[in-house]
């Protein structure tokens, strides 16, 4: 019997359409590849969230007996009674300070030259190239620069200035790059806008590209003065102190003739050390340390989302 | 008589003589192209460009897509000097100055031509700030007089009423209408004897677009206007004078190469072209 009156091939139409976008079982692929996603996030997470409570645990002793006490003594990784974390938060304090003043400065600078003067000479893209290379550079290397030209070609001695040069040189590749993005992704209409005023390249930089992309420019050179925070292998180099570092009333400038530390290394002197109280100092330095790189990160987001602008 | 380009005669010959049409009394030419060519690297983006724009006049460029009008236009103010590669042949002259002559000086150039671009591009900054910029830089300094320009400009382009009472405001807060005639304030803020517009009304709606058709009008008896649109009707409603672009085939090069076909008082190019092009152009029959 034929059936094909045009109610029934309607129908047949209808379910056929509706046969199509059924879905045809699970997506079994899909499922598989979101959990592994998942997975890769939560052990991300884990790794983070136990090392903070391991560090936090550890060090518990040490804030409820000695707390502000540790804070604020020195370096002494001969007595845990005495041991403190003071000459490093100064000396990483130091560091920071030196690389805000020589590095970034200088790394804008070089990132402006090469984004906005340099234009698509053959100088130019050589250039780029080798200063991503120089990003990829282990910080050792960048130990031995600092001894090499800093300490003795050039006679500063085994001082934070010295450290603080090694630690510039270190980060202002990865300035270079962070500011040249930033300042690649200001729109062309903001230069174009400025010039067909009048305004002088120089003048178009100065007024409207740069504060246009200092939110990206500042993210970037906070986020390596974090970098340069916890790096300990160019201080060691240069001659940062392992053992014993009062500080009693030694100022900021008494780093200066040589006797300094920082952060990394203060961890690093009291990890070779035996013994449990060593152990929970240990800990709480790197506590220490963390809080320190995570203010720093904070402040790098908070910048970024306050100067944030549209266009 | 305006004769215009024979078709099939290699360069295009502009002899815009007497009044023609609806074209108003001769004032002097602002620029005058001879043979211009720009080349992006080894592509020849226009060739062979004969022009004479007169003051106080509008003048619209009009043709298909790539046809090298708002190439043309970036001449007039150097701002291909912007793209690396761009290079100009021929002669552009301003007030018989050669504007690509060596010691011309780009920034100068610019102060006295002022452009509106495409898109909306006020600076993510207050109104005041975007209107005081120019200004500021030609060693403008006093509050006052600095706000009476702000307040000159804006009125110029009719945005006083709509944005008088929040000039520290940015300006990223306008609507797209709104900021292109912010745009076109800023421009008037330095005072420039000419506005080059590069479609300035194709990222708006027909409200904005006409409002800035108006302006246009307003303010054409104090500037010299050149404006590149994809819009036939609005050449045919804002301007005076229209140049007609096509692309042809390079035969040197086998690449396709923007010319000027026609440069004619508007009133003639959508009425009774000289060229066959142009008037398959104009009635929809191509591009």
Same mark, same amino acid.
């Given at each position: 019997?034929?059936?094909?009156?045009?109610?029934?091939?309607?129908?047949?139409?209808?379910?056929?359409?509706?046969?199509?976008?059924?879905?045809?079982?699970?997506?079994?692929?899909?499922?598989?590849?979101?959990?592994?996603?998942?997975?890769?996030?939560?052990?991300?997470?884990?790794?983070?969230?136990?090392?903070?409570?391991?560090?936090?645990?550890?060090?518990?002793?040490?804030?409820?007996?000695?707390?502000?006490?540790?804070?604020?003594?020195?370096?002494?990784?001969?007595?845990?009674?005495?041991?403190?974390?003071?000459?490093?938060?100064?000396?990483?304090?130091?560091?920071?300070?030196? @690389?805000?003043?020589?590095?970034?400065?200088?790394?804008?600078?070089?990132?402006?030259?090469?984004?906005?003067?340099?234009?698509?000479?053959?100088?130019?893209?050589?250039?780029?190239?080798?200063?991503?290379?120089?990003?990829?550079?282990?910080?050792?290397?960048?130990?031995?620069?600092?001894?090499?030209?800093?300490?003795?070609?050039?006679?500063?001695?085994?001082?934070?200035?010295?450290?603080?040069?090694?630690?510039?040189?270190?980060?202002?590749?990865?300035?270079?790059?962070?500011?040249?993005?930033?300042?690649?992704?200001?729109?062309?209409?903001?230069?174009?806008?400025?010039?067909?005023?009048?305004?002088?390249?120089?003048?178009?930089?100065?007024?409207?590209?740069?504060?246009?992309?200092?939110?990206?420019?500042?993210?970037?050179? @906070?986020?390596?003065?974090?970098?340069?925070?916890?790096?300990?292998?160019?201080?060691?180099?240069?001659?940062?102190?392992?053992?014993?570092?009062?500080?009693?009333?030694?100022?900021?400038?008494?780093?200066?003739?040589?006797?300094?530390?920082?952060?990394?290394?203060?961890?690093?002197?009291?990890?070779?050390?035996?013994?449990?109280?060593?152990?929970?100092?240990?800990a709480a330095a790197s506590l220490v340390l963390l809080v320190l790189v995570l203010a720093m990160n904070t402040f790098a987001i908070w910048l970024r989302n306050r100067y944030d602008r549209k266009w | 008589m305006s004769s215009v380009s024979d078709t099939s005669a290699a360069p295009v010959e502009i002899a815009v003589a007497e009044n023609a049409g609806q074209a108003q009394a001769n004032g002097p030419n602002v620029f005058e192209t001879r043979d211009l060519a720009v080349f992006y690297d080894d592509f020849r983006a226009v060739r062979e460009v004969n022009l004479d724009i007169r003051q106080h006049e509008i003048t619209a460029f009009i043709g298909p897509s790539g046809c090298g009008k708002s190439t043309v236009l970036r001449c007039f103010d150097r701002m291909n000097d912007l793209i690396d590669g761009a290079r100009v042949e021929g002669t552009v002259s301003y007030h018989g100055v050669d504007l690509y002559g060596p010691d011309v000086d780009a920034v100068e150039v610019r102060r006295r031509i002022g452009m509106v671009f495409q898109k909306p591009n006020p600076f993510p900054k207050s109104i005041y700030d975007n209107l005081a910029f120019g200004p500021r830089l030609n060693g403008i300094k006093k509050k006052a007089q600095l706000d009476e320009i702000v307040e000159q400009s804006l009125h110029r382009a009719a945005l006083w009423d709509e944005v008088k009472s929040r000039l520290k405001a940015s300006a990223m807060g306008l609507s797209g209408g709104q900021q292109q005639r912010l745009c076109i304030a800023r421009c008037i803020a330095v005072k420039p004897e000419v506005i080059l517009m590069d479609e300035p009304c194709s990222a708006l709606d027909p409200i904005a677009t006409s409002r800035i058709e108006e302006l246009m009008q307003e303010i054409k008896t104090d500037y010299t206007i050149i404006i590149v649109t994809h819009n036939m009707q609005q050449a045919a409603r804002v301007s005076d004078r229209t140049a007609f672009f096509t692309t042809e085939v390079n035969p040197e090069s086998d690449r396709r190469t923007g010319r000027l076909v026609e440069y004619n008082p508007t009133s003639k190019i959508f009425s009774n072209p000289d060229d066959e092009r142009t008037e398959q152009y104009v009635t929809g029959r191509f591009g």
């Open positions: 019997m034929a059936l094909t009156t045009p109610a029934s091939t309607g129908g047949r139409a209808a379910r056929s359409i509706t046969d199509g976008l059924t879905k045809r079982g699970s997506d079994l692929r899909g499922k598989l590849i979101e959990g592994v996603l998942v997975t890769a996030l939560a052990a991300t997470l884990l790794i983070l969230f136990v090392l903070i409570v391991d560090l936090v645990q550890r060090s518990w002793p040490v804030w409820t007996d000695r707390g502000g006490d540790f804070l604020s003594s020195g370096l002494n990784s001969a007595s845990a009674a005495s041991a403190g974390v003071w000459s490093g938060i100064k000396g990483t304090i130091t560091l920071g300070l030196i @690389v805000c003043v020589i590095a970034f400065p200088l790394g804008i600078a070089c990132a402006v030259y090469l984004e906005e003067y340099a234009g698509r000479t053959r100088f130019a893209r050589l250039t780029r190239i080798n200063v991503r290379n120089l990003a990829g550079v282990p910080s050792i290397v960048y130990g031995l620069l600092g001894l090499g030209i800093f300490v003795n070609t050039l006679g500063i001695g085994r001082n934070v200035l010295a450290a603080g040069l090694a630690l510039s040189a270190l980060v202002l590749p990865i300035v270079v790059i962070t500011a040249s993005e930033a300042l690649r992704a200001v729109p062309v209409a903001i230069r174009e806008g400025a010039l067909g005023v009048g305004a002088t390249q120089w003048e178009t930089v100065r007024s409207h590209v740069l504060p246009a992309a200092a939110p990206g420019i500042l993210t970037g050179t @906070v986020l390596s003065l974090a970098r340069a925070a916890g790096e300990a292998a160019p201080i060691l180099l240069v001659g940062a102190a392992t053992g014993l570092l009062r500080t009693g009333d030694q100022g900021f400038l008494d780093q200066l003739g040589g006797a300094f530390t920082a952060m990394p290394v203060v961890i690093f002197s009291y990890a070779r050390q035996t013994g449990e109280q060593f152990r929970e100092i240990t | -």
